[in-house]
């Protein structure tokens, strides 16, 4: 241990998560992580950004540890709420199923981390899919990514963020 924490000085702690950058695991090429932060990215071919209505997705990456065996890893979980169904979305869901992904997730504070980095995620459960019942209920799809990692979420710097964003797909 380094340092410890004050709470007390912490007012800009907003919850929620505005977007996702996804990209198969397979796609990066070159990376380097200097103290926690993504600070150099490399991936080829296209990345993939999500941009999700306010107050519904989120992200959690508790740490794990097993006394017994002595190990400690990170479970991590990304839900995506997406309030819409297409056949072109249909098919990119199905896509996606098909593939280890890293996810950069746009915290609502503009700051990003990455998930997956290490072993990918996948997806674990689209079943949420449906129109509702009442013109108010949602019609879309909840997606849940989850992996294991080894290491702590890293952050991600904002020009690797910029970067990879000149790589991006068209949306549907």
């Not at 912490?10 to 998560?17: A, F």
């Not at 990456?61 to 309030?83: C, F, S």
């Not at 992904?101 to 689209?126: I, T």
Request: negative net charge.
């Amino acid at each position: 241990m380094t340092t410890g924490y004050n709470d007390r000085l912490c007012t800009n702690g907003k919850g929620g998560i505005k977007s996702v950058i996804l990209f198969p695991l397979d796609n990066v090429t070159a990376s380097n992580i200097t103290a926690n932060e993504v600070d150099s990215l490399t991936v080829s071919g296209e990345v993939y950004q999500y941009k999700l209505k306010s107050n519904l997705s989120s992200y959690e990456a508790p740490i794990r540890v097993n006394k017994d065996n002595g190990t400690l890893w990170y479970e991590q979980t990304l839900t995506m709420i997406l309030a819409s169904d297409t056949k072109e979305l249909r098919a990119e869901i199905h896509l996606l199923a098909q593939n280890e992904v890293v996810c950069l997730v746009e915290k609502a504070s503009g700051e990003y981390v990455a998930l997956g980095f290490g072993e990918g995620l996948q997806v674990a459960d689209g079943s949420a899919y449906g129109s509702g019942v009442l013109k108010s209920d949602r019609n879309g799809h909840d997606i849940i990514l989850t992996g294991l990692e080894n290491d702590e979420v890293p952050d991600v710097n904002a020009s690797v963020i910029a970067t990879l964003l000149t790589q991006q797909s068209p949306s549907v």
